[in-house]
Structures are given as C-alpha cells and as structure tokens.
C-alpha cells in the first residue's frame, strides 16, 4: 500500500517561508513523477510544482516561478516544496501526488493522471 505522508503547512505573513515535505512509502515504491497541488477554498485544485525521479526536469506553475522549488531527497524517499516570499494568495491546502506509470511531462499538472495522493496540509498566509 503506497502511503503519501504531508508536512510543514502552518500559518506565516506574507513575505515569509515554508518547507513541506511529503514522505512516500510503500512495498519499494519509486515514482517518476512527483507534484505538488493545492486547493483554496471555493476554487478547482491547481498544479503548483513536479519533478520527474533524479529531479533534473522540473515544472513550476507560472505564479510560483522563482519563489518556490521543488526537490528530492531519495534515501529518505521524501520530496519537497520549498515556498519562498509567500502571498496571500498562495493560502491553500496543498497536496502531494506521485504515480510510476509516466514522467511529469506536459501533464504534470493534470491531478486525473495521478492515482497516488497525501491527505493535504493547510498553508495560511496573512497580509
């Protein structure tokens, strides 16, 4: 059973930083894909960041370029999203999503073509 585990959301004023991390477990699991997605209240949920296995490709929704950054650590089996000058507007719930069966690609931010998901963390951003 392949578990996604978020963590690090919390409350922060604009301007400032968070890491979340997703834990990946399960019978020797190793995605090719691994996304970030997030979800604010009343609207569709988004791609924020992918990263294809060995992180060389990555993919960044144009909102977040430049502010955050997409990484792995792969003897943890852990990625993350490093969230730098925060707005109001990044507030959501953000998810973690992997699948195996294809790389990131043009797709990376199509939430249908991941069967794999971590239950969410809450990021607020004040003003």
């Known amino acids: 059973q392949v578990q996604l585990v978020e963590s690090g959301g919390g409350s922060v004023q604009a301007g400032g930083s968070l890491r979340l991390s997703c834990a990946v477990s399960g019978d020797t699991y190793s995605p090719n894909c691994m996304a970030w997605f997030r979800q604010a209240p009343g609207k569709g949920r988004e791609g924020v960041a992918a990263?294809?296995?060995?992180?060389?490709?990555?993919y960044y929704a144009d909102s977040v370029k430049g502010r955050f950054t997409i990484s792995q650590d792969n003897a943890k089996n852990t990625f993350y999203l490093q969230m730098n000058s925060l707005k109001p507007d990044d507030t959501a719930m953000y998810y973690c999503?992997?699948?195996?069966?294809?790389?990131?690609?043009?797709?990376?931010?199509?939430?249908?073509?991941?069967?794999?998901w971590g239950q969410g963390t809450q990021v607020t951003v004040s003003s």
């Open positions: 999503a992997a699948r195996r069966w294809m790389a990131c690609g043009g797709i990376w931010d199509r939430e249908s073509e991941f069967n794999h």
């Open positions: 990263a294809n296995t060995g992180g060389i490709t990555t």
